[in-house]
């Protein structure tokens, strides 16, 4: 989270940690933080939805454990409106978050708690890292008073809460396009640059992309006439074996008895299935080589694939995404979005889509794409949920990320909404249009 850019922003996604919080049965508690910083200002924004009132008050968390900081700032008390959701926002010098003297770098998640004494009881937590710490040890730092620039804002409305956690948030995305308006230039030269790195010379080397996806299908198209040529000469060879077969069986057409000849016909039928069986167990394994040495390549691309190796390639699902290895991940419950018997799968794979289920949902299956780069290294990771590109079925109005949509190439769907996201530095990206 260095401060590197005039502008950056972070979402930590809160999930439930313990149940009996939910304000009804069929409606989980959920919500995010978001961390906008501009120049040497902070902005810290709560918002939870499907929250229970309760007499005990719940707080605001920030986890500061990066550079062993191991610090809990206590934001403040969140108020909950009669239709479970809340809110806030609070304005800081980046490098004096709460008055207290941490940096926002230091943030590594956020948590809703209850507090009694200093045990820390978690209802909601996220967290910007796979790697999550102890924090419930971590010691409570009281801010000081805030100044007259803190905004609270809890608007109750007369109609049920809506499906989305990000719906109220119109204002925001108003307010960021007038930032974003200001700062144009600057955030295209900065902000774009570092956060998308590879896409500009993605979307300048179109044609060049092209131009080698002919050459490659050309490459491809001969390939498979070989492969067809091969097969025919196989195919002569088995006619001229089973000619010879008939012709040796001729020659001892004298022995004793037919049931003789009959026995040693199905012993010879037999041994030619056994080499047919042969040849095709060593092409199938000619093949499975040949994959092994597709993309993503190096340790890291094979890693990720080791990750994958259970799940059902989609070969030309998605074809406006260049350079890029697609998985079909199955989710037909909630149960089937975790793996805790492999740590790796579950924190890549499921856990960073499980907010995302009530969207998955109708179609039963998610996407996770390899995106690499001109050498076939990996790049980023791309998760993609299936649906039109009507805003009911975009993540979240795409305040997670979720801002591309592509139609699907086999017909499986309409399409699909990706989120591009850097692993390296667990930033989501931003294609550039």
Not at 63 to 90: F, H, P, Q
Not at 105 to 119: C, F, P, R, T
């Amino acid at each position: 989270m260095a401060q590197k850019k005039s502008y950056s922003r972070y979402f930590i996604i809160l999930n439930e940690e313990v149940k009996g919080y939910a304000i009804a049965s069929d409606k989980l508690p959920t919500g995010y933080v978001k961390l906008e910083i501009k120049n040497n200002k902070c902005k810290v924004s709560y918002y939870v939805q499907n929250l229970k009132k309760e007499s005990i008050p719940y707080y605001m968390i920030l986890i500061l454990g990066k550079k062993d900081t191991n610090k809990l700032i206590k934001i403040g008390e969140l108020n909950i409106d009669d239709y479970g959701r809340a809110d806030v926002s609070y304005e800081y010098p980046s490098d004096n978050i709460g008055d207290t003297g941490m940096d926002i770098e230091n943030v590594s998640g956020a948590a809703i708690v209850k507090l009694q004494g200093n045990d820390v009881r978690p209802v909601l937590n996220g967290f910007l890292t796979s790697d999550i710490p102890a924090w419930k040890q971590y010691t409570i730092i009281e801010p000081q008073k805030r100044d007259v620039s803190e905004e609270e804002r809890v608007k109750p409305e007369p109609e049920p809460a809506p499906v989305s956690i990000f719906d109220k948030y119109e204002e925001v995305i108003e307010e960021k396009v007038k930032v974003e308006k200001e700062d144009k230039q600057e955030i295209k030269n900065e902000n774009t640059r570092e956060e998308n790195e590879g896409y500009e010379d993605e979307i300048k080397e179109k044609k060049e992309d092209e131009k080698e996806e002919i050459h490659y299908e050309n490459t491809r198209e001969k390939h498979d006439v070989v492969i067809e040529e091969n097969k025919i000469e196989e195919d002569e060879k088995r006619k001229e074996h089973v000619e010879c077969i008939k012709e040796e069986k001729d020659k001892n057409i004298t022995r004793e008895n037919e049931n003789d000849i009959e026995n040693d016909s199905e012993e010879i039928i037999e041994k030619v299935a056994e080499d047919i069986q042969e040849e095709d167990m060593i092409r199938r394994d000619h093949c499975h080589k040949e994959d092994d040495e597709k993309m993503p390549k190096g340790k890291l691309g094979k890693f990720f694939k080791e990750l994958a190796r259970d799940f059902e390639k989609l070969e030309d699902e998605v074809k406006d995404i260049k350079r890029c290895v697609w998985y079909k991940i199955p989710a037909a419950n909630r149960s089937d979005m975790s793996c805790h018997v492999n740590w790796n799968r579950h924190s890549i794979i499921y856990h960073p889509m499980a907010n995302y289920y009530n969207y998955i949902s109708p179609h039963k299956y998610y996407m996770i794409g390899y995106k690499c780069d001109k050498e076939d290294k990996m790049k980023c990771l791309v998760y993609a949920i299936p649906g039109s590109r009507s805003k009911r079925d975009q993540p979240f109005a795409g305040k997670t990320g979720f801002v591309t949509w592509v139609p699907s190439n086999s017909g499986r769907c309409e399409g699909y909404w990706l989120m591009f996201y850097d692993f390296k530095t667990s930033t989501i990206l931003i294609p550039v249009k």
